[in-house]
């Protein structure tokens, strides 16, 4: 019996979603979390699968979106993860986004609820010898102990980028006779009625006084062993974006289009700034994409001098870590293994996906590949064709050179250009957008298909 024991480290999305596949194929798991013993920089509770940066899963629509499409694969697939997001959502326009702390409870209570689930709060420091299955979703937090024990086990560096956090803000404190409410372009979203953000509008001069003190705000002080270490793209703090042009927010996230301001519908914004919903009550607000390095003081200094914000009270402060993942590619087998030690499977952040859903997603196949094992089951790889194939072919594939894998892999969200083309339907003659709409909706369509197809495998 106890050969048949998974033990997963990590009690993030990813750590979570591997479980809840295990123990409902009645295989007997023992979770390794070491919150709240020891704690990470940014996580707050002690809650399983805690969000600690953005509350949105991003994009639900699965026919023109790629991490929309990932969202119905894994609801397809029994996932934890979208079951608790469905039932903790908030207004977001065309976005998926949650109740953080309802969505994290929910996710703890089934796990807790689960008889065949043990968990126990303590830090990891090594695999132990006499553990026959073991996933590791430990997350870009890892501890120090056992980031060590990794490198002695792959003799390879880990790769590390930076991730930030956004503020939040009390709703309350918003001055909505300078605000209003409205999705980009009236987009209707899960749970939504197209008014689902609060938008802060900029004149030019509002604008480009903004960005010059971003530019002169005094940011926090890196470590030495820090300097470089390089951004994730997808995720740069605002005052970084600032940086590389006065107009680059203006084209990112304080684009203005889609938007008109109803206490002034002749005057288009310069530039806007935009706050999500962040819980079911409506109290509180992040501010979309404003992840920053900026030092506390400076950021409320800042960040009320943006229109509607200017008696803001904030609930958190954004901020900066240190995230790390592993070389997937020259590491890991096509079924998560690790090459050196198959007792091991990786999931999440750490193998080198970004974004919630992308990390949970590989915990969902992590699971069922082990699920797999323990019943003495081929395992079977998802098609190409699909988000999770494709995803976990970005992860698993090697470069001609090896060498090139640890120049050139960087952490990856979910997109089209991963999935594979259509190539035996023809298309009809069509404009170039239409087109890409087309051939978004034949992808999606396909891949649902594959997706339940290879589920029949299993």
Known sequence: MNDNIVHIIGGGLAGSEAAWQLVNNNIKVILHEMRPVIETPVHKTDLLAELVCSNSFRSDDYESNAVGLLHQEMRVCNSLIMSAADQNKVPAGSALAVDREKFSFSVSKALYDHPLLEIKNEEVKKIPDEWKNIIISSGPLTSEHLSNYILSQTDSESLAFFDAIAPIVYKESINMDVCWYQSRYDKVGPGGNGLDYINCPMNEKQYFQFIEDLIAGESTEFHHWELSTPYFEGCLPIEV?????????????????GLTNKHNVNVKPYAVVQLRQDNQEGTLYNIVGFQTKLKYNEQTKVLRNIPGLEDAKFARLGGMHRNTYIKSPILLDKDLSLSTDRRIKFAGQITGVEG?????????LAGKFMTSKILNKKIIIPPKTTALGSLLNYITTELKD???NAKYF??????????????NEPIPKLSKKEKSAYTKKLISKRALLNIQEWLNKQ
């Open 410 to 423: 960087q952490p990856m969200n979910i997109n089209y250009g991963l999935i594979e083309t259509i190539t």
């Open 241 to 257: 974006m600032a940086k590389r042009g006065k107009e680059t927010l203006r084209f990112g996230p304080m684009k203005p289009v």
């Open 356 to 364: 919630y859903v992308e990390s949970a997603s590989i915990g969902l």
């Open 402 to 404: 090896k060498k090139d």
